[in-house]
């Protein structure tokens, strides 16, 4: 059949769908902004952790960042596809029951993870915290929504895909390959697990996924419903067609080799993370494509700028995007990364992004949907435009602070003086010297809060006036069968093909740069001069996992002078090469610890965890106290020896059958020891001996101890 | 205008910006020469950066020279009110929390009493203790984290609280030593 002209058809938009995810995305934007608020104020101001197990940043970031990446943004992109996409195309969903499930599924996900991080279930690797039964139905979730995503491009009354639906489509076929492979781990419990990927090897799949977190989940469905919103409120042409292709297959090309941008100067292989350099430099300008693509679309409608809150949104989106995504390469360069990597400056660029770019397109279209939706007008548009100065403000607060606070604290770590000595060798010192700046930061964070309920109370009123809530019914001609055109058009009505273009487009990088990481893993496994952890410590790694330690404490000296100066010879790959899952970390706000192993004595970690403030004055650590009274799980032991074993971890057999016990032999000496230095006595069942077990067993594997004071460089 | 049109959007085709286009250009061929400078064996590795860096460091080491803490020199220290608040200042920030406030001994021994486990429990003894450190025993090295004037001065503070007989004192260990 070829006939352009069909007749009217007449099609009703599932816009109950839409509804649901626009609410599920305030209420949880809520929870991650009062979320976000708690954590920097506990930076600034310590006795906030209140002690409480489930309370302290360690879990809280966790729960924070999950909740503003998959609950927040997660449900903000759902809506805006699950709206446009019907409209894009032409037709209903391809299966309301499906959305159910998809609704359905997701929230509650987000409820498991809201109660397991608190809780502890953490896998230690950030912002895929969230354990395997969660995960599983992640995966479960996501194909459905996939089904029911390409269901509906199978009954398009529209030939063509609209540039919103390329993003969509790479979103969902990327997000899928990230998470699976970053998830595979071999369960120990029903509720927790070990990754089968270990120390540099983790470190590459982990960042590769995180780094493609930001571009796939924060990026191209944000670049997709700004190219559908935009256009449509500001009534204007796409700027330019062909840029809008350029831009796209360069971002889905050359997003994922960036991963490694994460791990400079790591013991990551040069070779990957020269790489990870060079293409987030070549990513520059695909990104700023998007966003000039979107900017010049408004030419002839700047006076919009004034008069309507919806557009001030989306050109300060767009604006906070192209200035991420400048900052994001520069941050690339080995020597920018030498001064801001493990600082706050990752933290102001990361929230430039989410906040500026994830934060204001979502409330423009939310301010663009909920009339539409609700059938009524926005109840107030002055409320609508102080929403925007408060979060503007809260943002800009937010940025400036912890770019400052990270370059200074950076410069800090790396003084050094005329007679070759660190200027600043005492860590705390630094941290102190920004603490003002972290106050400034939550001040920050309280506008953005306090813009956002504006914004509930505005959608609040603009809801309560409505009267008539129904899906909009629309006469559409269907134009599926219009002539395919030429070169990338002809694709864009090509569903199948396109998709399998953007999977490989995004294999290609994942592949070169995975693969070889993997076989060099195993080779470096055969000749590693390391001993594994002993059982006690295991129990040790696990608690400072549940801990969320990671979040504060880096384990990976980088070969520079400042840090060899301050932490010990650099960290190899084979250091931790049984580390399932790597503990490299992102962030120092306390120092490095991968070789803090017997450099105190075991009273001094006991008083310092129980409360930092007894050694280290001016400590902003959390107090553990509870780990005075929680008893080690010794009885679990086994079973992770055994798992750790499987996974390739040179365990004896013994060793496995015997793991609580020798732990339970080494826990009484660690126990005697602490009591010999003048501690308490009886500890020897207690959870803080397993981790203070761990603490001391940092940088102190290697089967010839290294001579502490000498630097070890590898050629 | 491009013929298409969804949901009521149009398409323009402008050209790509020259000067976006240069950028994307640039960093493509500044990709390229980066990647083969450094990986093609004619930029320094980090690891070769790192020696080169340390062997810096250890020049001035060298020229700093090892300072030999004699006796006389210290002893005159003692003497100084400013030398000893300094002492006091350093004590309270780095030793107390091993020390104690009192030094009275915590984590590490206390350091009024007459026992020693190190040395004699002369100046130059504490002096070398306090930068070398017992890493082993947790005690760590002070050399490059306190300055020579800080070294001398926490250690005249320490001789100048002999016999002060905290409360609370961690008790004897070590040797008695019968010192001047």
Known sequence: MNETISRLEEVTYDDAIVRKFLLACMVFAGVAFAAGLLAALQLAFFPLNMELPWLTFGRLRPLHTNAAIFAFAGNAIFAGIYHSTQRLLKTRMYSDRLSAIHFWGWQLIIVAAAISLPLGFSQGKEYAELEWPIDIAITLIWVIFAVNFFGTLAIRREKHMYVALWFYIATIVTVAVLHIVNSIEIPWSYMNSYPVWAGVQDALVQWWYGHNAVAFFLTTPFLGLMYYYLPKAANRPVYSYRLSIIHFWGLVFIYIWAGPHHLLYTSLPEWAQTLGMIFSIMLWAPSWGGMINGLLTLRGAWHLLRTDPIIKFMVAALTFYGMATFEGPLLSIKSVSAIGHYTDWIVGHVHAGALGWNGFLSFAMIYYLVPKLWKTKLYSDRLANVHFWLGFLGIVLYYVSMVAAGITQGLMWKAIGPEGQLVYPDFVETVVRIVPLYWARALGGAFFLGGFMVMCYNVYRTIAASTEVSNETVRVRNTRYSSAGEGHRALEGMVTVFSVLSLIAILVGSVIEIYPTLSLHSYIAKTANIDPYSPLEIAGRDIYIREGCYVCHSQQIRPMVSEVLRYGSPSTMEESIYDHPFQWGSKRTGPDLARVGKKYPDLWHFRHMVDPRSVVEKSIMPSYSWLVKDKTDFLSLRKKVSVLRNLGVPYSPEQVAQADRLAEEQAKSVAQAIHDQGGPEGLERREIVALIAYLQALGQKEKQPRPTDQVTVKE | ?180
């Not at chain 2, 450094?38 to 590795?45: A, D, N, V």
């Not at chain 2, 091993?98 to 429990?121: E, F, N």
């Open chain 2, 1 to 180: 205008m491009e013929d298409h049109e969804y949901d009521g959007i149009q398409e323009l085709d402008n050209p790509l910006p020259n000067w976006w286009l240069l950028t994307f250009l640039g960093t493509i061929i500044f990709a390229y020469l980066y990647y083969l400078h450094y990986e093609s064996g004619s930029g320094p590795t980090i690891n070769q950066e790192l020696k080169a860096d340390l062997a810096v460091i250890e020049a001035a080491k060298a020229k700093r020279g090892t300072k030999s803490d004699s006796e006389e020199e210290l002893q005159k220290l003692l003497a100084s009110a400013a030398v000893l608040n300094e002492g006091k200042a350093v004590f309270q920030g780095k030793c107390a929390a091993c020390h104690g406030a009192d030094l009275q001994g915590v984590i590490g021994p206390d350091l009024t009493d007459d026992y020693w486990l190190h040395g004699q429990g002369k100046l130059a003894d504490i002096a070398t203790i306090v930068r070398k450190g017992v890493v082993e025993k947790g005690m760590p090295p002070w050399d490059g984290q306190l300055k020579d004037a800080e070294v001398s001065a926490v250690t005249v503070y320490i001789v100048s609280k002999r016999g002060s007989h905290p409360a609370n004192s961690k008790g004897p260990q070590g040797e008695k030593i019968v010192s001047n």
